[in-house]
Protein backbone atom coordinates (compact mmCIF):
# COMPACT_ATOMS: atom_id res chain seq x y z
CA UNK A 1 0.00 0.00 0.00
CA UNK A 2 2.58 2.82 1.26
CA UNK A 3 4.85 1.60 -2.13
CA UNK A 4 1.84 2.48 -4.46
CA UNK A 5 1.47 5.77 -2.49
CA UNK A 6 5.38 6.42 -3.00
CA UNK A 7 5.21 5.15 -6.62
CA UNK A 8 2.12 8.35 -7.39
CA UNK A 9 4.34 10.59 -5.79
CA UNK A 10 7.46 9.77 -7.96
CA UNK A 11 5.80 8.72 -10.91
CA UNK A 12 5.36 12.20 -11.81
CA UNK A 13 9.28 12.71 -12.08
CA UNK A 14 10.16 9.51 -13.25
CA UNK A 15 10.90 10.89 -17.01
CA UNK A 16 13.83 12.44 -15.84
CA UNK A 17 15.53 9.51 -14.34
CA UNK A 18 16.36 8.46 -18.27
CA UNK A 19 18.90 11.12 -17.97
CA UNK A 20 21.05 10.06 -15.21
CA UNK A 21 23.55 6.50 -15.16
CA UNK A 22 22.62 4.80 -12.65
CA UNK A 23 26.13 3.76 -11.34
CA UNK A 24 26.52 5.67 -8.55
CA UNK A 25 29.17 5.11 -6.08
CA UNK A 26 28.06 7.28 -3.59
CA UNK A 27 30.89 6.79 -0.65
CA UNK A 28 33.18 9.60 -1.84
CA UNK A 29 31.80 12.75 0.33
CA UNK A 30 29.29 15.41 -1.02
CA UNK A 31 29.29 19.22 -1.46
CA UNK A 32 28.23 21.01 1.68
CA UNK A 33 25.37 23.42 0.51
CA UNK A 34 25.77 26.69 1.30
CA UNK A 35 23.28 26.91 4.20
CA UNK A 36 22.04 23.92 6.25
CA UNK A 37 20.69 22.11 7.97
CA UNK A 38 23.28 19.40 5.81
CA UNK A 39 25.04 16.22 6.93
CA UNK A 40 26.92 13.56 5.89
CA UNK A 41 28.39 10.57 7.94
CA UNK A 42 30.01 7.52 7.95
CA UNK A 43 30.28 4.13 9.73
CA UNK A 44 32.24 1.12 9.49
CA UNK A 45 31.52 -1.99 11.50
CA UNK A 46 34.26 -4.68 12.00
CA UNK A 47 32.62 -8.27 13.02
CA UNK A 48 33.66 -11.59 12.79
CA UNK A 49 36.27 -11.60 15.10
CA UNK A 50 37.57 -13.36 17.61
CA UNK A 51 35.50 -14.25 20.73
CA UNK A 52 32.46 -12.95 18.79
CA UNK A 53 34.20 -9.41 19.49
CA UNK A 54 32.96 -6.55 17.20
CA UNK A 55 34.00 -3.08 17.06
CA UNK A 56 32.79 0.28 14.82
CA UNK A 57 33.72 3.84 13.78
CA UNK A 58 31.89 6.57 12.66
CA UNK A 59 32.53 10.29 12.45
CA UNK A 60 30.29 13.06 10.53
CA UNK A 61 30.20 16.39 10.22
CA UNK A 62 26.82 18.71 10.70
CA UNK A 63 26.17 22.12 8.74
CA UNK A 64 23.30 23.55 11.17
CA UNK A 65 20.73 25.49 10.38
CA UNK A 66 21.73 28.46 12.24
CA UNK A 67 25.27 29.63 12.12
CA UNK A 68 25.08 30.67 16.24
CA UNK A 69 25.00 26.98 16.63
CA UNK A 70 27.99 25.90 14.31
CA UNK A 71 30.11 24.49 17.34
CA UNK A 72 31.37 20.87 17.77
CA UNK A 73 29.88 20.54 14.32
CA UNK A 74 31.82 17.03 13.96
CA UNK A 75 31.72 13.98 16.01
CA UNK A 76 33.93 10.83 15.59
CA UNK A 77 33.26 7.67 17.78
CA UNK A 78 34.73 4.32 18.27
CA UNK A 79 32.00 1.47 19.27
CA UNK A 80 33.33 -1.68 21.06
CA UNK A 81 31.69 -4.78 21.88
CA UNK A 82 33.87 -7.02 24.07
CA UNK A 83 31.49 -9.67 25.73
CA UNK A 84 34.21 -10.89 28.17
CA UNK A 85 34.52 -7.79 29.81
CA UNK A 86 30.98 -6.20 29.25
CA UNK A 87 27.91 -7.49 27.59
CA UNK A 88 27.83 -3.43 26.69
CA UNK A 89 28.87 -1.96 23.29
CA UNK A 90 30.54 0.90 24.71
CA UNK A 91 31.20 4.26 23.16
CA UNK A 92 34.07 6.66 22.54
CA UNK A 93 33.63 10.09 21.20
CA UNK A 94 35.34 12.80 20.38
CA UNK A 95 34.06 16.31 19.22
CA UNK A 96 35.55 18.65 16.88
CA UNK A 97 35.04 21.84 15.09
CA UNK A 98 34.79 22.25 11.51
CA UNK A 99 38.31 23.80 10.98
CA UNK A 100 39.84 20.42 12.87
CA UNK A 101 38.30 18.08 9.87
CA UNK A 102 40.28 17.86 6.64
CA UNK A 103 37.82 16.37 3.40
CA UNK A 104 40.09 15.41 0.35
CA UNK A 105 39.08 13.56 -2.62
CA UNK A 106 41.53 11.58 -5.13
CA UNK A 107 44.83 12.31 -3.75
CA UNK A 108 44.41 15.31 -1.78
CA UNK A 109 41.97 17.21 -3.51
CA UNK A 110 39.36 19.67 -2.27
CA UNK A 111 35.99 18.36 -2.86
CA UNK A 112 34.66 20.28 -5.00
CA UNK A 113 31.74 18.32 -7.14
CA UNK A 114 29.34 15.89 -5.59
CA UNK A 115 30.55 11.68 -6.43
CA UNK A 116 30.54 11.78 -9.84
CA UNK A 117 28.56 8.24 -10.44
CA UNK A 118 31.31 6.66 -11.99
CA UNK A 119 34.86 6.66 -10.74
CA UNK A 120 35.59 4.04 -7.99
CA UNK A 121 35.48 5.43 -4.30
CA UNK A 122 38.80 8.06 -3.39
CA UNK A 123 39.28 9.80 -0.48
CA UNK A 124 40.30 10.94 2.82
CA UNK A 125 37.90 12.22 5.95
CA UNK A 126 40.49 13.50 8.93
CA UNK A 127 39.77 15.00 12.31
CA UNK A 128 42.93 16.53 12.82
CA UNK A 129 45.81 14.88 14.77
CA UNK A 130 43.14 12.24 15.74
CA UNK A 131 41.46 9.81 12.88
CA UNK A 132 41.16 9.10 9.56
CA UNK A 133 39.27 6.94 7.17
CA UNK A 134 40.87 6.32 4.03
CA UNK A 135 39.50 4.91 0.92
CA UNK A 136 40.84 3.85 -1.94
CA UNK A 137 39.32 1.93 -4.98
CA UNK A 138 40.54 -1.87 -3.45
CA UNK A 139 41.67 -0.91 0.16
CA UNK A 140 40.50 1.56 2.89
CA UNK A 141 42.51 2.15 5.90
CA UNK A 142 41.78 3.62 9.64
CA UNK A 143 43.13 5.25 12.22
CA UNK A 144 41.28 6.34 15.12
CA UNK A 145 42.85 7.69 18.46
CA UNK A 146 39.99 8.74 20.78
CA UNK A 147 40.64 9.01 24.61
CA UNK A 148 42.25 5.60 25.73
CA UNK A 149 41.46 4.10 22.29
CA UNK A 150 43.40 3.34 19.52
CA UNK A 151 42.32 1.76 16.72
CA UNK A 152 44.50 0.69 13.02
CA UNK A 153 42.74 -1.40 10.33
CA UNK A 154 43.61 -2.39 7.14
CA UNK A 155 40.80 -3.75 4.61
CA UNK A 156 40.67 -5.15 1.63
CA UNK A 157 38.42 -4.96 -1.42
CA UNK A 158 34.70 -3.97 -0.73
CA UNK A 159 31.73 -6.11 -1.86
CA UNK A 160 29.64 -3.88 -2.94
CA UNK A 161 25.80 -3.67 -2.58
CA UNK A 162 24.89 -3.88 -6.54
CA UNK A 163 26.61 -3.87 -9.54
CA UNK A 164 28.30 -0.04 -11.13
CA UNK A 165 27.99 1.79 -7.35
CA UNK A 166 23.63 1.01 -6.87
CA UNK A 167 23.40 0.97 -3.26
CA UNK A 168 20.45 -0.13 -1.00
CA UNK A 169 18.05 3.21 -3.02
CA UNK A 170 18.81 2.09 -6.30
CA UNK A 171 17.89 5.32 -8.48
CA UNK A 172 16.03 6.83 -5.41
CA UNK A 173 19.48 8.20 -4.54
CA UNK A 174 18.77 10.75 -7.75
CA UNK A 175 15.80 12.13 -5.51
CA UNK A 176 16.26 15.00 -2.95
CA UNK A 177 15.37 12.84 -0.19
CA UNK A 178 15.54 14.31 3.29
CA UNK A 179 18.02 11.69 3.85
CA UNK A 180 19.94 8.99 1.95
CA UNK A 181 21.61 5.68 2.90
CA UNK A 182 24.20 4.24 0.74
CA UNK A 183 25.82 0.69 1.92
CA UNK A 184 29.59 0.67 -0.07
CA UNK A 185 30.42 -2.60 1.43
CA UNK A 186 28.61 -5.53 2.79
CA UNK A 187 32.03 -7.48 3.78
CA UNK A 188 35.39 -5.86 3.13
CA UNK A 189 37.85 -8.79 4.00
CA UNK A 190 39.98 -7.33 7.31
CA UNK A 191 43.16 -7.43 5.98
CA UNK A 192 44.63 -6.70 9.88
CA UNK A 193 43.40 -5.13 13.00
CA UNK A 194 44.31 -3.52 16.26
CA UNK A 195 42.48 -1.94 19.25
CA UNK A 196 44.58 -0.69 21.83
CA UNK A 197 43.20 0.80 25.15
CA UNK A 198 46.02 2.38 27.18
CA UNK A 199 43.67 2.69 29.99
CA UNK A 200 43.81 -1.04 30.73
CA UNK A 201 46.53 -1.98 28.23
CA UNK A 202 44.20 -4.38 26.47
CA UNK A 203 45.40 -5.02 22.94
CA UNK A 204 43.87 -7.20 20.08
CA UNK A 205 45.12 -7.65 17.08
CA UNK A 206 44.86 -10.18 14.01
CA UNK A 207 44.96 -10.54 10.23
CA UNK A 208 43.14 -11.91 7.85
CA UNK A 209 40.65 -12.69 10.37
CA UNK A 210 36.91 -10.32 10.35
CA UNK A 211 34.56 -8.29 7.77
CA UNK A 212 34.07 -4.79 7.60
CA UNK A 213 30.28 -3.33 6.72
CA UNK A 214 30.79 0.33 5.36
CA UNK A 215 28.27 2.73 5.07
CA UNK A 216 27.10 6.42 4.74
CA UNK A 217 24.19 8.76 5.32
CA UNK A 218 23.70 12.46 4.36
CA UNK A 219 21.05 14.57 3.93
CA UNK A 220 19.03 16.96 5.86
CA UNK A 221 18.96 15.31 9.79
CA UNK A 222 17.99 11.41 10.79
CA UNK A 223 14.29 10.84 10.95
CA UNK A 224 11.85 11.17 13.89
CA UNK A 225 12.66 7.33 14.83
CA UNK A 226 14.24 4.82 12.76
CA UNK A 227 15.41 1.29 13.40
CA UNK A 228 18.91 -0.53 11.29
CA UNK A 229 20.15 -3.72 11.27
CA UNK A 230 23.21 -5.00 9.69
CA UNK A 231 24.92 -8.76 10.15
CA UNK A 232 27.44 -11.18 8.22
CA UNK A 233 28.04 -14.99 8.96
CA UNK A 234 31.40 -14.78 7.99
CA UNK A 235 31.39 -18.90 7.41
CA UNK A 236 28.84 -18.56 4.62
CA UNK A 237 29.46 -14.78 3.91
CA UNK A 238 25.29 -14.72 4.40
CA UNK A 239 24.86 -10.84 4.84
CA UNK A 240 21.69 -8.47 5.03
CA UNK A 241 21.59 -4.97 6.09
CA UNK A 242 17.99 -2.87 6.51
CA UNK A 243 17.34 0.69 7.62
CA UNK A 244 14.33 2.48 7.95
CA UNK A 245 11.80 4.94 9.11
CA UNK A 246 8.42 6.88 8.78
CA UNK A 247 10.18 9.29 6.14
CA UNK A 248 8.46 12.84 5.79
CA UNK A 249 7.96 13.91 2.23
CA UNK A 250 7.95 17.97 1.97
CA UNK A 251 5.52 17.96 5.05
CA UNK A 252 3.03 16.21 2.63
CA UNK A 253 3.05 12.67 4.43
CA UNK A 254 4.60 10.42 5.80
CA UNK A 255 5.69 6.56 4.85
CA UNK A 256 7.25 3.92 6.32
CA UNK A 257 10.24 4.33 4.05
CA UNK A 258 12.54 0.60 4.67
CA UNK A 259 15.39 -0.56 2.57
CA UNK A 260 16.73 -4.19 2.81
CA UNK A 261 19.27 -5.83 1.47
CA UNK A 262 19.67 -10.10 1.66
CA UNK A 263 23.06 -11.93 0.20
CA UNK A 264 23.28 -15.48 0.07
CA UNK A 265 26.07 -16.49 -2.69
CA UNK A 266 26.31 -20.37 -2.04
CA UNK A 267 22.81 -20.33 -2.87
CA UNK A 268 22.83 -17.41 -5.60
CA UNK A 269 20.40 -14.87 -3.27
CA UNK A 270 20.75 -11.28 -4.29
CA UNK A 271 18.11 -9.80 -3.04
CA UNK A 272 17.12 -6.12 -2.52
CA UNK A 273 13.78 -4.55 -0.99
CA UNK A 274 12.69 -0.94 -1.33
CA UNK A 275 9.09 0.56 -0.68
CA UNK A 276 8.70 2.02 -4.43
CA UNK A 277 8.67 -1.41 -5.97
CA UNK A 278 7.83 -4.16 -3.06
CA UNK A 279 5.48 -4.41 0.10
CA UNK A 280 7.57 -4.09 3.29
CA UNK A 281 6.62 -4.01 6.87
CA UNK A 282 7.84 -3.51 10.22
CA UNK A 283 5.90 -5.92 11.54
CA UNK A 284 6.74 -5.90 15.36
CA UNK A 285 9.01 -2.89 16.91
CA UNK A 286 9.79 -3.43 20.35
CA UNK A 287 12.82 -1.24 21.87
CA UNK A 288 12.17 -2.02 25.32
CA UNK A 289 12.86 -5.67 24.75
CA UNK A 290 15.28 -5.32 21.43
CA UNK A 291 13.33 -6.64 19.08
CA UNK A 292 11.98 -6.02 15.52
CA UNK A 293 10.20 -7.95 12.79
CA UNK A 294 10.35 -6.86 9.42
CA UNK A 295 8.66 -8.57 6.46
CA UNK A 296 9.80 -7.43 3.02
CA UNK A 297 7.70 -8.84 -0.31
CA UNK A 298 8.44 -8.71 -3.82
CA UNK A 299 7.03 -10.36 -6.60
CA UNK A 300 9.03 -13.39 -6.55
CA UNK A 301 10.93 -13.71 -3.25
CA UNK A 302 9.42 -12.14 0.15
CA UNK A 303 12.27 -12.24 3.55
CA UNK A 304 11.19 -12.24 7.11
CA UNK A 305 13.66 -10.82 9.43
CA UNK A 306 13.42 -11.93 13.46
CA UNK A 307 16.20 -9.74 14.97
CA UNK A 308 16.61 -9.21 18.61
CA UNK A 309 18.94 -8.46 21.39
CA UNK A 310 19.35 -8.77 25.43
CA UNK A 311 18.52 -5.31 26.57
CA UNK A 312 21.28 -5.54 28.62
CA UNK A 313 23.93 -5.50 25.55
CA UNK A 314 22.20 -1.97 24.22
CA UNK A 315 24.77 0.70 24.29
CA UNK A 316 23.71 4.14 26.39
CA UNK A 317 22.84 6.93 23.95
CA UNK A 318 24.61 7.65 20.93
CA UNK A 319 24.85 10.86 19.13
CA UNK A 320 23.27 10.62 15.75
CA UNK A 321 23.31 14.51 13.04
CA UNK A 322 20.20 16.17 13.98
CA UNK A 323 19.49 20.04 12.52
CA UNK A 324 21.49 21.79 14.79
CA UNK A 325 24.34 18.87 15.42
CA UNK A 326 25.12 16.01 17.02
CA UNK A 327 22.42 15.16 19.73
CA UNK A 328 22.17 11.62 22.00
CA UNK A 329 19.54 9.96 19.25
CA UNK A 330 19.60 6.06 19.38
CA UNK A 331 21.36 2.82 20.42
CA UNK A 332 22.75 0.16 19.65
CA UNK A 333 23.42 -3.72 20.47
CA UNK A 334 26.31 -5.58 18.35
CA UNK A 335 24.95 -8.90 19.66
CA UNK A 336 21.96 -9.36 18.29
CA UNK A 337 20.54 -12.41 16.79
CA UNK A 338 19.12 -12.34 12.80
CA UNK A 339 16.62 -14.67 11.96
CA UNK A 340 16.15 -14.52 8.40
CA UNK A 341 13.71 -16.84 6.27
CA UNK A 342 13.34 -16.51 2.43
CA UNK A 343 10.03 -17.85 0.79
CA UNK A 344 9.92 -18.21 -3.42
CA UNK A 345 6.32 -17.71 -4.33
CA UNK A 346 5.14 -18.82 -0.76
CA UNK A 347 7.63 -21.31 -0.50
CA UNK A 348 10.71 -21.54 2.47
CA UNK A 349 13.94 -21.42 0.17
CA UNK A 350 16.32 -20.47 2.92
CA UNK A 351 16.70 -19.73 6.32
CA UNK A 352 19.50 -18.58 8.28
CA UNK A 353 20.62 -17.37 11.71
CA UNK A 354 23.09 -14.63 12.15
CA UNK A 355 24.86 -13.75 15.31
CA UNK A 356 26.34 -10.69 16.76
CA UNK A 357 24.61 -8.65 14.37
CA UNK A 358 24.42 -5.42 15.01
CA UNK A 359 21.08 -3.79 15.85
CA UNK A 360 19.83 -0.08 16.38
CA UNK A 361 17.01 1.53 17.77
CA UNK A 362 16.99 5.48 16.99
CA UNK A 363 14.59 8.76 18.01
CA UNK A 364 11.17 7.78 18.50
CA UNK A 365 11.74 3.97 18.54
CA UNK A 366 14.19 4.17 21.27
CA UNK A 367 12.41 2.38 24.45
CA UNK A 368 10.79 5.04 26.45
CA UNK A 369 12.20 7.67 23.68
CA UNK A 370 14.93 7.64 26.49
CA UNK A 371 17.49 9.04 23.71
CA UNK A 372 16.04 11.81 22.96
CA UNK A 373 17.88 14.74 23.61
CA UNK A 374 16.69 18.69 23.61
CA UNK A 375 18.48 20.85 22.02
CA UNK A 376 20.29 23.79 24.60
C1 LIG B 1 29.88 -16.37 20.25
O1 LIG B 1 28.55 -16.30 19.78
C2 LIG B 1 27.96 -17.56 19.53
C3 LIG B 1 26.59 -17.32 18.93
O2 LIG B 1 25.82 -16.48 19.74
C4 LIG B 1 27.88 -18.37 20.83
O3 LIG B 1 27.34 -19.63 20.57
C5 LIG B 1 29.29 -18.51 21.40
O4 LIG B 1 29.23 -19.12 22.66
C6 LIG B 1 29.94 -17.15 21.56
N1 LIG B 1 31.33 -17.32 21.96
C7 LIG B 1 31.93 -16.54 22.86
C8 LIG B 1 33.36 -16.85 23.15
O5 LIG B 1 31.35 -15.62 23.43
C1 LIG C 1 35.01 24.59 19.08
O1 LIG C 1 35.19 26.02 19.04
C2 LIG C 1 34.67 26.69 20.18
C3 LIG C 1 34.76 28.18 19.97
O2 LIG C 1 35.73 28.50 19.01
C4 LIG C 1 35.40 26.22 21.42
O3 LIG C 1 34.86 26.85 22.55
C5 LIG C 1 35.23 24.71 21.55
O4 LIG C 1 35.97 24.23 22.65
C6 LIG C 1 35.70 24.01 20.29
N1 LIG C 1 35.36 22.58 20.41
C7 LIG C 1 36.26 21.61 20.20
C8 LIG C 1 35.75 20.22 20.37
O5 LIG C 1 37.41 21.82 19.88
C1 LIG D 1 44.30 17.70 4.21
O1 LIG D 1 44.55 16.36 3.82
C2 LIG D 1 45.34 16.25 2.63
C3 LIG D 1 45.38 14.80 2.23
O2 LIG D 1 45.86 14.00 3.26
C4 LIG D 1 46.70 16.87 2.88
O3 LIG D 1 47.45 16.80 1.69
C5 LIG D 1 46.53 18.34 3.31
O4 LIG D 1 47.78 18.88 3.66
C6 LIG D 1 45.60 18.44 4.49
N1 LIG D 1 45.29 19.85 4.76
C7 LIG D 1 45.35 20.38 5.97
C8 LIG D 1 44.98 21.81 6.07
O5 LIG D 1 45.66 19.73 6.96
C1 LIG E 1 41.09 -3.47 -7.93
O1 LIG E 1 39.75 -3.70 -8.27
C2 LIG E 1 39.50 -3.73 -9.65
C3 LIG E 1 38.02 -3.89 -9.85
O2 LIG E 1 37.35 -2.88 -9.20
C4 LIG E 1 40.30 -4.87 -10.26
O3 LIG E 1 40.12 -4.86 -11.67
C5 LIG E 1 41.77 -4.71 -9.95
O4 LIG E 1 42.49 -5.84 -10.42
C6 LIG E 1 41.99 -4.56 -8.47
N1 LIG E 1 43.39 -4.27 -8.20
C7 LIG E 1 44.05 -4.88 -7.25
C8 LIG E 1 45.48 -4.43 -7.08
O5 LIG E 1 43.57 -5.73 -6.52
C1 LIG F 1 33.52 -15.64 1.30
O1 LIG F 1 33.98 -14.56 0.50
C2 LIG F 1 35.39 -14.46 0.44
C3 LIG F 1 35.77 -13.21 -0.34
O2 LIG F 1 34.69 -12.38 -0.60
C4 LIG F 1 35.97 -15.70 -0.20
O3 LIG F 1 37.37 -15.63 -0.17
C5 LIG F 1 35.52 -16.92 0.60
O4 LIG F 1 35.95 -18.09 -0.04
C6 LIG F 1 34.00 -16.96 0.71
N1 LIG F 1 33.57 -18.06 1.58
C7 LIG F 1 32.67 -18.96 1.22
C8 LIG F 1 32.32 -20.00 2.21
O5 LIG F 1 32.14 -18.92 0.12
C1 LIG G 1 13.47 -18.63 12.61
O1 LIG G 1 12.30 -18.35 11.89
C2 LIG G 1 11.67 -19.52 11.36
C3 LIG G 1 10.54 -19.09 10.48
O2 LIG G 1 9.84 -17.99 11.02
C4 LIG G 1 11.22 -20.40 12.50
O3 LIG G 1 10.64 -21.58 11.99
C5 LIG G 1 12.46 -20.78 13.33
O4 LIG G 1 12.06 -21.50 14.46
C6 LIG G 1 13.19 -19.54 13.79
N1 LIG G 1 14.45 -19.94 14.37
C7 LIG G 1 14.94 -19.37 15.43
C8 LIG G 1 16.29 -19.89 15.87
O5 LIG G 1 14.39 -18.46 16.02
Known sequence: MYGSIIQILLTGVLFCLTVFPINANHFDPHVYPKHGPFFEGWYVRISGLRQNRSFGILFGKVLPDSQEKARDTALASVLIY??????????????????????TVKGGRSV????????????????????????????????????PIIVDVALGSPVPWGRKGVGPEGWLEHFPLPLHWFVFSLRSPVISYTIENKDTHMIYKGENTGVAHMEKNWGNSFPKAWIWSEGVDVKTNISFALSGGPVNFYDIITIPGYLIGYRNPLKGFDLSFRPVDNLIELIHNDGCNGEIAVKAVGIYYSVHFYISAKIGTFSECLY???????????????????????????????????????????GDFVCRKRCKQAFT
Open 112 to 147: THDPDFESPADFRWEIKNACYLEVKPNRSRIHFAIG
Open 82 to 103: DPKHSDKLVSYDLFANDTDVNV
Open 320 to 362: GPETNGFRKACTESYNAKANISVYRLGTLVDTHTIHNSALEFG
